[in-house]
């Protein structure tokens, strides 16, 4: 590779820490979207004075009572409810933010769905599907909750285990009759990652092999670690883009927890191809949306190197 993780999380880091003003929050940051995943960047790439700093802002002026966050403006939240709850409260146990760790995480509890061990994902509570799920399962991990990640655990060995045919792709998604595998085609996307077209959410693999190996080294037991790389294993059958766009990035965290250093290094290589000059990724008009992904990246990249 040309530059390594660190150096890519660096440089997006610098980017990020510009934006942070004396009361925590981002410049441009109008919304969650633009602190959710900032702390955790911040927090592992060398500045956790700014990190705890966001989590104060995050505190004072998103979370209310009971634990839920206040996500006005973030159009896919009732989608994901618990998503960004998820990387705040991971944000919270490194910073040693235990108190606002124990509020997210009772939150995100409430979402969990006692008879299939995974987690609504949806504000309806209809549908659990992979990102939101593994998500949750780490925060709980993380924060003290093993009785609920292990549950999570046994969720992605269930979905897993029902994918009729993982060479054509990966259904990501459960509902109460079992696994999702009839949708409309506007929620394709969130439902199939298609092994046989470009452009898909490659994510998916990726996210729940992170917390997978997460889960076996919490518990030692191996079991969990060799599921983490079949789904990592399964996302070979995806297209030559697998590695290579901003849907790829969690399967190089994926691939660094379970110790797949060679994908891994493919997927860094990758983002490091779609870094903007400045440091951060995704050109928009959006500030927020730039600052979302980019702090993404960032964490993602620093999880790469630190594994």
């Given at each position: ?20 003003q ?5 410049r ?17 790439s ?29 159009p ?36 969990h769905d ?18 939101t ?8 991990l ?16 269930r ?21 999702v595998?009839r ?6 996307a969130?439902?199939f ?17 992170a ?22 294993a ?22 660094a ?10 997927v ?10 400045d ?8 500030i ?5 992904v ?8 620093a ?5």
């Amino acid at each position: 590779m040309i530059e390594g993780p660190w150096k890519l999380a660096g440089r997006g880091a610098a980017w990020l820490a510009e934006l942070i003003q004396a009361d925590g929050s981002p410049r441009g940051g109008g919304d969650l979207r633009a602190c959710y995943k900032t702390a955790i960047a911040l927090q592992l790439s060398g500045h956790p004075r700014l990190a705890r700093a966001v989590l104060g802002h995050v505190e004072h002026r998103y979370l209310l009572p009971g634990g839920d966050l206040d996500g006005a403006g973030v159009p896919w939240l009732q989608t994901y409810r618990t998503y960004p709850h998820a990387w705040l409260c991971c944000a919270a146990v490194m910073a040693a933010r235990f108190d606002l760790a124990r509020e997210l995480s009772g939150f995100i509890a409430s979402y969990h769905d006692p008879s299939t061990g995974g987690f609504f994902a949806d504000e309806a509570r209809t549908t659990q599907e992979i990102m939101t799920t593994s998500m949750a399962g780490l925060a709980c991990l993380w924060s003290g909750r093993h009785e609920l990640a292990t549950a999570t655990g046994g969720w992605l060995d269930r979905l897993y285990a029902a994918q009729p045919d993982l060479t054509r792709g990966l259904y990501t998604s459960w509902s109460a009759t079992g696994l999702v595998t009839r949708f409309e085609e506007p929620d394709a996307a969130g439902c199939f990652v298609n092994a046989a077209k470009p452009g898909q959410w490659y994510f998916q693999y990726g996210i729940s092999a992170a917390f997978l190996a997460a889960l076996a080294g919490a518990t030692g037991e191996s079991h969990w670690l060799g599921l983490a790389r079949s789904f990592l294993a399964a996302s070979e059958h995806c297209g030559p883009d697998r590695h290579a766009t901003p849907q790829s990035g969690k399967l190089g965290w994926g691939a660094a927890w379970a110790g797949r250093r060679d994908l891994a290094e493919s997927v860094a290589l990758g983002l490091g191809a779609l870094q903007n000059g400045d440091g951060s990724w995704n050109v928009s008009a959006n500030i927020i949306e730039t600052i979302d992904v980019t702090a993404e990246f960032v964490a993602l990249l620093a999880f790469m190197e630190l594994a």
